[in-house]
């Protein structure tokens, strides 16, 4: 490795010390490398994770909801000439999987329902005690349903006092 002094002459160097240059590009280019791909992810690509699951323990006391919107045409599941859900719908949520409810609907409801069941327990020191016990929300949502009515339906349930949200995933098939 040489070093140039100058040859001995006593003028500054005019030269560009270009290590710093490269260690900033470098760092620049891992920046970009790691930011370019979250940035051009977006929801409208969002899918409900698909993997391999076991049987779940289902209580009894669990609260089902399945979050949906109407198709083009404003019809809602189970309407005849449903097209499926469009992210330009309007929010369709069923309590239990069944009754459709609107947002304070599903609070109220998902208030009384965990108020009874709190009561029948004791209270909620007594449900405290055993935290397996505690009941919990499974949300199934549509694919194609705008993030902001599962947003939503999460929201109200929280509100009701649900501490415990998960969703429901269509599982792999372990043969295929």
């Not at 979250?38 to 409208?44: D, F, G, H, R």
């Not at 009894?60 to 919107?69: D, K, M, R």
């Not at 009941?135 to 109200?156: S, T």
Request: hydrophobic letters at 45%; aromatic letters at 6%.
């Amino acid at each position: 490795m040489a070093i140039s002094t100058g040859g001995g002459v006593d003028t500054p160097m005019s030269d560009i010390n270009t290590t710093p240059l490269v260690d900033v590009m470098l760092v620049l280019l891992i920046i970009f490398l790691i930011a370019v791909p979250v940035a051009i992810q977006t929801i409208e690509k969002l899918e409900i994770p698909v993997f391999e699951s076991v049987e779940s323990k289902d209580k009894v006391e669990n609260l089902l909801l399945t979050v949906s919107a109407t198709d083009d045409a404003g019809r809602a599941a189970g309407e005849p000439g449903y097209a499926g859900a469009s992210r330009n719908g309007e929010c369709r949520i069923y309590f239990n999987n069944l009754t459709p409810v609107d947002s304070q609907e599903l609070q109220d409801q998902a208030f009384e329902r965990l108020d009874a069941i709190v009561k029948r327990a004791g209270g909620a020191e007594a449900l405290m005690e055993n935290p397996d016990e505690i009941p919990q929300v499974h949300i199934r949502g549509d694919v194609n349903a705008p993030w902001k009515c599962v947003a939503g339906a999460i929201f109200r349930v929280q509100l009701a006092g649900y501490p415990i949200v998960g969703f429901i995933s269509n599982p792999v098939d372990p043969g295929a």
